[in-house]
């Protein structure tokens, strides 16, 4: 724990309080909050914070709303069921810098597979990368669906883990299937579901693979989040000090809405108790 987290973690908050950009030949300077201020101050940390925001709640909600659904889908019996819950999770097993290749193939404005699609209904071909606002939705059409399936198994997994006896008496009581969900399953497998929620927010936040095979963060700065912003500013411009500053800033805004989700959650089992 020393070595791989608190370390780095001091380091790195050390680091936020000097100047040191790797392209100057000058020692770190200490700087103080200088660095926390540009960021505030800069109009490009905002515009990112926007975009981010956006990114990652339709991802999440996407993938979250989808995945518990395709969980319960799973979950009843039919024929090859475990055919297909071992083929919904090929996607999340894929490197994300190849899943985000596959997407960049498929959204290719000549002859990608997308494109292709549209033209068999009569619609003509998108510039899915070349668009601003086509090239966000592809960026959150790869991200949910490499992803879904996490959501998917988890839920699956609290599913699994629900009594028998539970549901079969409130089949006898009467209950449809949709109350038994609603009112025996879902508030039990709750603290499970606000587990995937928050690792799916956390690593959200983080995604850089995708974006920057994909897009590189363009067209423009169409789909450069927060996670992208920080990459280019620690290595393309090598500002590694308002780099740090930046990787504190968006460790404490995930540890805001992390602990916001869990006291959501933890008070909400509260009041059903």
């Known amino acids: ?45 905002w515009a990112s914070a926007a975009r981010t925001a956006w990114y990652v709640g339709s991802c999440v909600a996407i993938e979250f709303a989808a995945g518990v659904l395709i969980a319960f889908l799973l979950d009843t019996q039919f024929i090859g069921r475990s055919i297909v819950r071992a083929l919904i999770l090929l996607p999340m097993v894929m490197a994300p810098v190849v899943a985000g290749l596959i997407w960049r193939f498929i959204f ?8 292709t699609v549209l033209n068999l209904f009569g619609i003509s071909s998108k510039a899915w990368l070349v668009d601003p606002h086509l090239a ?38 009467g209950a449809t299937w949709l109350q038994i969900q609603r009112f025996v399953t879902v508030p039990i497998i709750r603290p499970i579901l606000a ?37 280019l500013k620690g290595f393309k411009f090598f500002d590694m000090g308002y780099t740090a500053a930046l990787g504190i800033v968006l460790v404490l805004i995930i540890s805001v809405l992390a602990q916001s989700i869990v006291k959501i959650v933890a008070s909400t089992s509260r009041h059903r108790i």
């Open 1 to 45: 724990m020393v070595t791989m987290t608190v370390f780095p973690f001091i380091y790195t908050l050390t680091l936020s309080f000097h100047r040191w950009n790797l392209t100057f030949a000058r020692p770190r300077t200490f700087i103080g909050l200088a660095n926390y201020q540009s960021i505030l101050h800069s109009a490009d940390f």
């Open 108 to 115: 290719n404005d000549e002859w990608g597979l997308a494109n």
């Open 136 to 173: 966000f939705f592809a960026v959150v059409v790869a991200d949910v669906w490499q992803w879904t399936p996490f959501i998917a198994l988890i839920a699956l997994a609290g599913l699994q883990a629900v009594p028998k006896e539970l549901t079969e008496a409130a089949r006898v009581d």
């Open 195 to 231: 587990i995937g929620l928050l690792i799916r927010l956390i690593d959200c936040f983080r995604n850089v693979d995708q974006i920057f095979v994909m897009t590189y963060g363009g067209p423009g700065v169409a789909t450069s989040v927060l996670g992208f912003y920080t990459y």
